[in-house]
């Protein structure tokens, strides 16, 4: 079955970085766009940020509020998907998801958190 797996989380001051990673079993990877949401406390899920699939797999794309300090990227050997979010702020404090679609189903992995605190 699809499975999703998160990690990468954890406590970080402003201004520092983490590097999420979303192991992905049960389907063929590369063929398959993913994306990263998050949900901080009282809010609506988010989009942070996208990659292709298959022949789209360089391309990317990113939330407003991430661009410049987040990059997306996928390992399809490894079937392994990343996000590396630098310049870290409070406001990025949150619980991290990955996310693929698969004839029209939504599937997410665990989440994990991400927070950000002096």
């Known amino acids: 079955q699809v499975q999703l797996v998160e990690s990468g989380g954890g406590l970080v001051q402003p201004g520092g970085s983490l590097r999420l990673s979303c192991a992905a079993s049960g389907f063929t990877f590369s063929r398959v766009a993913m994306s990263w949401h998050r949900q901080a406390p009282d809010k609506a899920r988010e989009l942070v940020a996208f990659?292709?699939?298959?022949?789209?797999?360089?391309?990317?794309d990113y939330a407003d509020s991430v661009k410049g300090r987040f990059t997306v990227s996928r390992d399809n050997t490894k079937n392994m998907g990343y996000l590396q979010m630098n310049s870290l702020k409070p406001e990025d404090t949150a619980v991290y998801y990955c996310?693929?679609?698969?004839?029209?189903?939504?599937?997410w992995g665990q989440g994990t958190r991400v927070t950000v605190s002096s």
């Open positions: 996310n693929v679609q698969l004839d029209q189903t939504n599937y």
């Open positions: 990659i292709g699939g298959g022949g789209f797999a360089g391309y990317g």
